[in-house]
């Protein structure tokens, strides 16, 4: 799926509009890493200068869903990042765009990721947990359909339509 920086920006003033002022006023302490090429040091808890997944889910904290979303990235890269970080590290200096990883050549680099077999990563999935696509349970999706189809409504388009679905899905709630 391909974002634009538009509606990303749209769809984070609508759901945090307190981080997107800290933000804009320069409040914020910006991470900054030494990085020596593509999948030589990715952070799984949303602090990577590429975005790795963009998922939807009830729940961030349950290490098995985490899992799983790492799971596809490294399915989708065919390889292992060569160091993953969960926290802050206390070294790291600057970092490079997401250009590099696209093409790393231009930055005189190398891929550093480590090769992967598909049938480990498989036999890992065991170990994970998949959020429902919709990022609810399977009665309330059932739920929220039935009451989009009461209320002659469809799914939206934009981050503007799904504002405006959402409060009036509030007020049938």
């Not at 090429?37 to 990577?48: E, K, Q, R, T």
């Not at 998922?55 to 869903?65: E, Q, S």
């Not at 598909?118 to 890992?124: H, Y």
């Amino acid at each position: 799926m391909a974002v634009g920086r538009k509606s990303v920006s749209s769809i984070l003033r609508q759901i945090d509009p307190k981080g997107v002022e800290l933000r804009t006023h320069h409040c914020l302490i910006r991470r900054t890493y030494y990085n020596k090429g593509p999948n030589f040091l990715v952070h799984i808890d949303g602090f990577s200068r590429r975005v790795l997944w963009l998922k939807v889910a009830r729940t961030n904290n349950d290490p098995r869903v985490v899992a799983s979303y790492f799971l596809e990235f490294v399915e989708e890269i065919n390889g292992v990042p060569r160091c993953i970080l969960t926290r802050q590290p206390e070294d790291c200096r600057s970092g490079k765009p997401e250009m590099m990883y696209l093409h790393p050549e231009l930055y005189k680099t190398v891929d550093y990721k480590f090769s992967v077999k598909l049938s480990d990563v498989e036999s890992l999935k065991s170990f994970c947990s998949y959020p429902s696509c919709y990022g609810c349970t399977e009665e309330m999706k059932e739920h929220v359909t039935s009451i989009l189809l009461e209320g002659r409504r469809s799914e939206p388009i934009n981050s503007e339509d799904a504002k405006e679905l959402f409060q009036w899905m509030l007020q049938k709630i």
